[in-house]
């Protein structure tokens, strides 16, 4: 079993930046692929950037350039930076990760751009 705490999450003025933080924790730990989703009202969860163990990484094209997704295994916690964040960009952050073969969801926190 794997727990997930996440933290970072908050409101934001169109252009600002925030830093997701999310924290894995569990016995026999096996950490394979760590990510973020996300979710806005009304529209499936989508994948936002994903980092494999080896830090091979794959970003949604809405953040490419924007975002920038990173782990510390020896912490097991993947961030995500979040730069000239737009008002598109509110949702519900997820964290997501693989632990043998078994995929992990955080509770969500809620990330608003708004001025």
């Known amino acids: 079993q794997v727990r997930l705490v996440e933290s970072g999450g908050g409101w934001v003025q169109p252009g600002g930046s925030l830093r997701l933080s999310c924290a894995a924790s569990?016995?026999?730990?096996?950490?394979?692929?760590m990510g973020w989703y996300r979710q806005s009202p009304g529209l499936q969860r989508e994948l936002v950037a994903s980092?494999?163990?080896?830090?091979?990484?794959n970003y949604a094209d809405s953040v490419k350039g924007r975002f920038t997704v990173s782990r510390d295994n020896a912490k097991i916690t993947v961030y995500l930076q979040m730069n000239s964040l737009k008002p598109e960009d509110t949702a519900v952050y997820y964290c997501?990760?693989?632990?043998?073969?078994?995929?992990?969801w955080g509770q969500g926190t809620q990330v608003t751009v708004s001025s």
């Open positions: 997501n990760v693989w632990s043998d073969l078994v995929g992990y």
């Open positions: 569990g016995s026999s730990l096996s950490i394979n692929t």
């Open positions: 980092i494999s163990r080896g830090g091979t990484t």
